[in-house]
């Protein structure tokens, strides 16, 4: 006598069976539903909400930086000269009267 099935001879148990899966009923009148597009958990909706958020803040941020250090020299006639039509603002000319440099040729002969 063999096994017969899912029936063992030799014990008189039959083993147990895993969870029958049956297909999920779909109706033809339901919402069709779809899974959204998403990395690690981002949707790109979600994503572009947040990143129009963060482009905001580092805009601000930004603008705020630069003209926080806009008396720097450095950062005045690198960058805050060429801005197109309110550039002259930051041009700073040093009047002949305090400019030592004139004065350092005479000295030296």
């Known amino acids: 006598m063999g096994s017969n099935g899912d029936f063992h001879v030799s014990t ?3 083993p147990p069976k895993g ?9 033809p009148y339901g919402p069709k539903y779809k899974i959204q597009p ?7 909706k979600a994503a572009s909400k947040v990143g129009l958020t963060l482009a905001g803040f580092g805009a601000t941020a930004g603008f705020f930086a630069l003209f926080f250090f806009s008396d720097i020299p450095r950062v005045r006639n690198d960058i805050m000269v060429k801005i197109p039509i309110i550039g002259d603002r930051w041009r700073r000319e040093i ?4 400019n030592l440099a004139l004065g350092l040729g005479e000295r030296g002969s």
Do not use: L, M, Q, R
């Open 95 to 98: 009047p002949a009267s305090d």
């Open 19 to 27: 969870p029958v899966s049956y297909s999920t009923y779909k109706s």
């Open 12 to 14: 008189g148990i039959t």
């Open 38 to 44: 998403n990395i690690a958990g981002w949707t790109p």
